[in-house]
């Protein structure tokens, strides 16, 4: 369990890990809001503990808003169900679909990496969501030829989605060896992006 950091805004973002906690940081930084505060929860298993301890955060009764970012993992609906029973289990409002607020006194939602589309369910995480914000770069084909390559000599590429992220990186003079949330406070992802914007509107509507 992580320590108990006082809270200090009225608003929080709690994020599943560190990559994320950066990332959302410099999210938050890129779209002009500064009343919100980020947290991180952990892994996926340790969100419900997380939830239920927050109420003894020092500065807790002040809350108004809270949002949770997690990855979509492989299965897009038992994440989207792991967050709700979690909002369920603390007593706090359930949104019923990801990017959705809820609640009155205290407002909540979610949102999932790398998207939601009520048709087509993404799986996926963080790196896949920086990897579609960058994948009509000009030099995207290089990575693609890259991972290609490697593939054709015998290589087993596991998690195709990290290594073309950090191929792409690579190739970047100010982002080389950076991980997401370095990269991002390094200025590395477009925060206009169109895959972005529901991410930005409900940061901004917090």
Not at 17 to 42: E, K, N, P, R, T
Not at 46 to 52: E, G, R, V
Not at 155 to 162: F, G, V
Request: with cysteine; proline share 5%.
């Amino acid at each position: 369990m992580a320590p108990r950091t006082e809270i200090v805004k009225t608003k929080l973002l709690v994020v599943e890990g560190v990559d994320a906690l950066h990332f959302c940081i410099s999210a938050l930084d890129a779209y002009g809001v500064d009343d919100v505060q980020v947290m991180d929860f952990g892994g996926v298993r340790d969100l419900t503990a997380y939830l239920k301890s927050l109420s003894l955060f020092p500065g807790y009764d002040n809350v108004k808003t809270i949002v949770i970012a997690r990855d979509a993992e492989s299965d897009p609906v038992a994440a989207i169900n792991s967050v709700r029973s979690s909002f369920k289990q603390t007593s706090l409002p359930v949104p019923q679909n990801p990017f959705e607020f809820t609640g009155a006194t205290l407002k909540t939602a979610f949102m999932i990496f790398p998207g939601y589309e009520v048709q087509a369910l993404t799986p996926g995480t963080l790196e896949d969501l920086c990897l579609d914000v960058v994948k009509d770069c000009s030099t995207f084909d290089c990575v693609n030829a890259y991972i290609q390559c490697l593939q054709s000599n015998g290589h087993e590429i596991k998690r195709p989605h990290k290594a073309k992220l950090h191929t792409y990186l690579s190739g970047k003079s100010d982002f080389v060896g950076l991980k997401i949330g370095e990269a991002a406070k390094a200025g590395a992802w477009d925060w206009d992006h169109l895959k972005l914007k529901p991410y930005r509107d409900i940061i901004t509507a917090m």
